[in-house]
């Protein structure tokens, strides 16, 4: 989160926006926001869809019988203007591979 | 004339076998792929780190490495006399805590992290400008201790406006609780700093750039 945060000014001058999607809920999120000053938009998500249409699990569904919660996987997914999965990559972000992908994407938008 | 032929025959054996060392010796040799030195010294009594920096290298120091990326781009380490943890690091970082831009604003964020994991959170004892490589800088001067651990540290970091981005460089010393912090391996460090200079432009600025033309 850190990390993206650094490169929120560059990510905007790439045209990007910034999404973070995690299960808890929306005061925790914003107390976490807060915490490490985060400009870019967090989104609670505690039915777990977006992280189940994301691939964000493993091996194991959100919600298990015994009654337990798998949490999310760390994942960056970036997505296209056009809505097309551009890019997938489990675990830390690897920033300049997203924004080096970020600028070419930005390149063949403006047909350069 | 059949003992002549079996030394002849063994003899031969012997040449292909030789032969055959040689040629698989000789591929080895040229496989195996030239690891770069990691640092080349220069007639200026400086080192050449991976042709990314220059610096004055510490001598005693061991040369600390991030193979997988993350926390630090290069550092040094010396173990000390003394009970554990007697040893002081040092480093350049070009992601320090926190995301603000802005020197004074990047250090208020920086104190609320810097050694967080150690369990102690130090107090920052002076704050002061300064400037490094010709940059905007502010030297941040911490000490703190965890007494249930039983250890204490000191550091002093260095945070330096580089373009649109803040870098930096953290020395920190760990002693016992009852031990004596050494001074002088914050003069290593000092001019560790003062010498460092950057030999090619960074991911970032190239970024930079590259966004400058596309928008131009």
Redesign the interface.
């Known amino acids: 989160m850190?990390?993206h945060?650094?490169d929120?000014?560059?990510y905007e001058?790439?045209n990007a926006r910034v999404l973070g999607v995690s299960m808890d809920d929306v005061i925790t999120n914003k107390f976490f926001a807060k915490a490490f000053?985060l400009?870019f938009l967090l989104v609670s998500n505690p039915l777990a869809w977006m992280g189940k249409q994301y691939g964000a699990y493993a091996d194991k569904a959100p919600f298990l019988p015994d009654g337990s919660v798998n949490n999310f996987g760390r994942r960056t997914v970036v997505v296209d203007k056009k809505g097309i999965v551009r890019y997938i990559k489990d675990g830390?972000p690897?920033n300049?591979e997203i924004?080096?992908l970020l600028?070419k994407l930005?390149?063949e938008f403006?047909g350069? | 004339m059949e003992k002549k032929s079996v030394i002849r025959m063994s003899l031969g054996i012997w040449v292909i076998l030789f032969a055959l060392t040689a040629l698989l010796l000789g591929g080895c040799a040229t496989l195996a792929p030239e690891k770069p030195k990691i640092m080349v010294p220069t007639d200026r009594g400086t080192v050449l780190f991976l042709d990314k920096y220059e610096f004055k290298a510490p001598v005693g120091w061991s040369l600390m490495r991030n193979l997988e990326g993350g926390d630090f781009e290069l550092g040094f380490m010396k173990i000390e006399p003394g009970a554990f943890p007697s040893q002081t690091t040092f480093m350049y970082d070009e992601e320090p805590y926190g995301s603000s831009r802005d020197l004074e604003g990047r250090a208020n964020q920086y104190c609320t992290r810097f050694l967080f994991n150690s369990g102690m959170i130090p107090e920052v004892t002076k704050r002061e400008k300064t400037r490094v490589m010709g940059l905007d800088a502010l030297v941040l001067y911490f000490e703190g201790e965890n007494p249930v651990q039983k250890e204490k540290a000191k550091s002093r970091v260095y945070l330096i406006k580089k373009g649109n981005r803040v870098i930096s460089f953290v020395c920190t010393q760990w002693r016992p609780l009852k031990g004596q912090f050494d001074m002088r391996v914050f003069e290593a460090f000092d001019n560790f700093v003062q010498s460092f200079k950057f030999l090619k432009k960074t991911f970032y600025e190239n970024l930079d750039e590259e966004i400058q033309k596309l928008k131009g």
Do not use: G, P, T, V
Request: zero cysteines; proline letters at 0%.
């Open positions: 850190d990390s945060n650094r929120f000014y560059l001058a790439l000053w400009d830390s690897d300049k924004l080096s600028l930005e390149k403006r350069k």
